[in-house]
């Protein structure tokens, strides 16, 4: 049997994790995303979607590797922003195999006219467009449904947005917020949201001018005549541990930044919560009730971030807030 004839287009791969299955009967449905139909599917082909914790979106057509994995990545951001909005638990992934299979095993089955893809990617991967290439898989899991709407309405209203605008250390953010969604230990989500939060609060810094301020003090104080050395040192110190901005402090002018100081309040009990948890082992019988709470203090906080780069991109209504 000849080799595989290689093709002059290429098709992405974009596979990731559910919590909550989908609750759609047929093996594969298509959606509009930027004007092209996307199939998505179980990763099993013969398993209807409800059945599926592991979904794979494709589109071929593409006439390089490069345009596809572009495209791909763009859907995998508008997928993990959706996914935040409507509270849908999900694993976007890092590109990295679960699943791989030996070359000599992938060369065998070709000498028998069968194409198998040598590994089962976590994330975005791009393939020859060929409807005979396998991907190899194993899969077991628990069952649990969510409906498809509006997370795949979302997933195509968000890619025709302007998510260029979205920097990627607030994507991070989002990845960070999806792995505590995704999360079953409730004692993890409360650190994971956490986490996302303070990652992104920690954009905020000391401004040009008041560096500036702190600089020129140290310069009095090395130039001064009227203190002693020790004095001069101590001083000096005392300013250079005022430069990495507390991420306390760091947080509540954050969210001054958003306009949700009100939140503040909340958020500062939720550190007193989060330290007794993790550092002395109180309110466990409340783990639960305090992951809930941070969960929609992160994901009002994480999506109005989105919405201050892109206004009204990320949907608000999954996170109500007590103080609204």
Not at 214 to 243: F, H, M, N, Q
Request: aromatic share 6%; proline share 5%.
């Amino acid at each position: 049997m000849p080799p595989h004839d290689k093709t002059s287009t290429y098709r992405l791969r974009f596979r990731f994790r559910v919590v909550a299955f989908l609750d759609v009967e047929g093996t594969s449905i298509t959606f509009s995303v930027g004007g092209r139909e996307v199939r998505l599917r179980g990763q099993d082909p013969e398993i209807a979607i409800r059945n599926s914790n592991w979904l794979v979106a494709s589109l071929g057509g593409f006439q390089s590797p490069e345009q596809a994995r572009n495209w791909a990545e763009r859907l995998r951001r508008a997928t993990a922003i959706a996914a935040a909005g409507t509270r849908y638990a999900i694993d976007v992934g890092d590109d990295r195999a679960t699943t791989a299979v030996s070359q000599i095993l992938v060369d065998q089955l070709r000498a028998q006219g069968l194409t198998l893809h040598p590994q089962n990617v976590h994330g975005v991967d791009v393939l020859e467009d060929d409807d005979d290439i396998r991907v190899p898989l194993f899969n077991a899991s628990i069952i649990v449904h969510s409906k498809p709407q509006p997370f795949l309405s979302d997933i195509e209203r968000i890619f025709s947005g302007n998510l260029d605008k979205i920097d990627d250390k607030t994507y991070r953010a989002i990845l960070l917020f999806d792995a505590a969604l995704a999360s079953a230990e409730p004692l993890a989500r409360v650190v994971l949201m956490v986490a996302a939060v303070e990652w992104l609060a920690e954009q905020g810094s000391w401004s040009s001018l008041q560096k500036d301020a702190l600089s020129a003090a140290k310069s009095v104080i090395a130039g001064s005549t009227t203190l002693e050395p020790p004095e001069r040192d101590e001083l000096s110190s005392a300013i250079d541990r005022l430069y990495p901005r507390s991420i306390r402090r760091a947080v509540r002018l954050f969210l001054e930044e958003l306009g949700l100081a009100s939140l503040w309040p909340q958020w500062d009990q939720l550190y007193s919560d989060r330290s007794g948890l993790v550092h002395e082992g109180k309110g466990r019988e409340r783990v639960t009730q305090i992951a809930d709470v941070a969960t929609s203090l992160a994901g009002r906080i994480v999506l109005a971030t989105i919405n201050r780069a892109v206004p009204n991109l990320a949907r608000l209504d999954a996170y109500p807030i007590a103080a609204d």
